[in-house]
């Protein structure tokens, strides 16, 4: 015997509103306990990062009798480069090695305006011009002038630019 | 009688060592020496500039050693003394103040009941460690400290800078071998050492060092990414080289540019505190560093990174 169809309705209703409904309150409520019962296993990862000691941790400390210092460049062409940190012992030694070079130590480091301003004096200019000189090899081209020269008037002669003178063709393009 | 068996019984078993009395627990005193060997063999690799340096022992008192400098003799025509050998504006002594240098350990007992030798092997382990960095710190900081530096900040290391230093150490008659200590973004980075052998043909480059053949740099190169020998230096890389930003402060030296001065050599000390029911071990040595030979030190101060 079948349901009488006013309660068949009923329940068809029941099913498809409040079961939607139901089921939302359903997850609310599994969010809601989830959220209160704390997770096995982030509560273990919490304690062992508050736990700092151990039998089987080892800690190792490093000590010195004495605290280094920094010297800076205060002129020169490396202005405000730092030397060291150096044993307190060996400051006097390196402050003459380097007055001996025209270079001035200090224990505090020139500011950046400091450095901007004296690079537009004199002396930096001639520091800087000493150490470029060394320099003057950096990314020079390997190059011969007479056979640049040679190639440029072939390439003047043929109508193309010099680079395309001796540019060499890839395969596929000289046997087609 | 029960009694008489049970004392002759107790006799024999203390005899044979193995009852009431009788032990087998390694004490912690026992096991220095395995402490002091693991510390020194941690130390024999990590010591990486500490061979390549003047190696000086200090015993007895004092806290300073001198060495004094003699410059190379130049012919002087000039009877003025301040031009004669000694130069007047040389530095005349090279002062090593001693310092005091150590790392501890606190081992729990609680550790020690599992295997007392494996853990001092351990904290020999760690403490050597701590020290050989230390040693290696203290040395390389120093080739900051030379007054020639063939590069700057913001400045990528080239071939050419290597044959500066050379040319260098050749005009300050340094006695070779020489040895060129650089940081590892020096020799590997992008713009490091071994982007010379890209195929570009200008001053910086060396492409044909690939083709060198059997034997060539370039072959050493090309299978170890590495060459212990590079124009005319023998290269090292040492991470404890002092960095700031992106550039690090290596060097070219010799035997005579640094020295490294020994007072006490390293040793292991145990102490036990009961109020942690622990043992504290410490590892300790005395000893000093300066520069020996100013004009025998070229400091390659050169980008790491790009």
């Not at chain 1, 409040?18 to 982030?42: N, T, Y």
């Not at chain 1, 193309?160 to 063709?169: C, T």
């Not at chain 2, 010379?196 to 990414?225: F, K, Q």
Request: glycine fraction near 8%; include cysteine; hydrophobic fraction near 40%.
């Amino acid at each position: 015997m079948g349901r009488p169809k006013k309660i068949e309705g009923e329940i068809q209703t029941l099913t498809s509103e409040e079961v939607a409904l139901m089921r939302k309150e359903i997850s609310e409520l599994r969010e809601q306990v989830k959220s209160q019962r704390p997770e096995p296993f982030e509560e273990i990862r919490k304690a062992s990062i508050k736990n700092q000691t151990g039998g089987q941790q080892i800690t190792l400390k490093h000590f010195t009798d004495h605290r280094k210092v920094s010297l800076y460049h205060t002129n020169g062409f490396h202005i405000g480069k730092k030397i060291g940190p150096l044993h307190p012992g060996l400051l006097e030694q390196t402050f003459v090695n380097f007055k001996n070079k025209g270079i001035v130590l200090s224990v505090t480091c020139p500011t950046a305006t400091e450095i901007e301003e004296y690079k537009k004096t004199d002396e930096y200019k001639q520091f800087a011009h000493s150490q470029n000189n060394n320099k003057l090899h950096r990314n020079k081209k390997i190059s011969n002038t007479e056979t640049e020269k040679v190639i440029a008037g072939f390439a003047k002669l043929i109508g193309v630019k010099p680079e395309e003178a001796i540019q060499l063709r890839p395969q596929e393009a000289v046997l087609k | 009688m029960k009694n008489f068996l049970l004392r002759l019984w107790s006799l024999l078993a203390n005899e044979r060592g193995d009852v009431s009395g009788g032990t087998t627990t390694t004490t912690i005193t026992e096991c220095i020496p395995t402490a002091v060997a693991a510390s020194i063999l941690v130390a024999q690799e990590l010591d990486i500039v500490l061979p390549l340096v003047t190696q000086v022992a200090f015993p007895g008192p004092g806290i300073v050693h001198n060495t004094p400098h003699i410059a190379i003799l130049t012919a002087e025509n000039d009877q003025d003394l301040a031009n004669q050998a000694i130069d007047s504006t040389t530095p005349g002594v090279s002062a090593a103040t001693m310092e005091n240098t150590g790392s501890t350990v606190f081992l729990k007992e609680l550790a020690m009941l599992g295997s007392v030798d494996d853990v001092m092997a351990v904290a020999g382990t760690l403490i050597g460690r701590a020290n050989a960095t230390a040693r290696d710190k203290a040395l390389c900081t120093l080739f900051t400290s030379f007054t020639q530096n063939e590069g700057a900040a913001n400045t990528r290391l080239y071939v050419q800078d290597i044959f500066d230093a050379y040319n260098f150490m050749r005009k300050a008659i340094a006695s070779s071998p020489y040895s060129l200590v650089l940081h590892p973004g020096h020799i590997w980075s992008s713009v490091g050492l071994m982007t010379m052998a890209a195929s570009t043909a200008d001053a910086n480059h060396y492409p044909y060092m690939l083709a060198g053949g059997v034997g060539s740099a370039g072959e050493d190169i090309a299978r170890n990414a590495f060459a212990g020998r590079l124009f005319g230096f023998d290269v090292y890389a040492d991470a404890n080289v002092t960095v700031t930003s992106r550039d690090a402060s290596g060097a070219a030296i010799c035997k005579e540019s640094i020295k490294y001065v020994s007072k006490r050599p390293f040793r292991i000390d145990v102490e036990h505190k009961g109020e942690y029911v622990g043992w504290q071990v410490t590892g300790s040595e005395f000893f000093g560093s300066a520069i020996l030979t100013d004009a025998q030190g070229d400091e390659m101060l050169f980008l790491t990174a790009a």
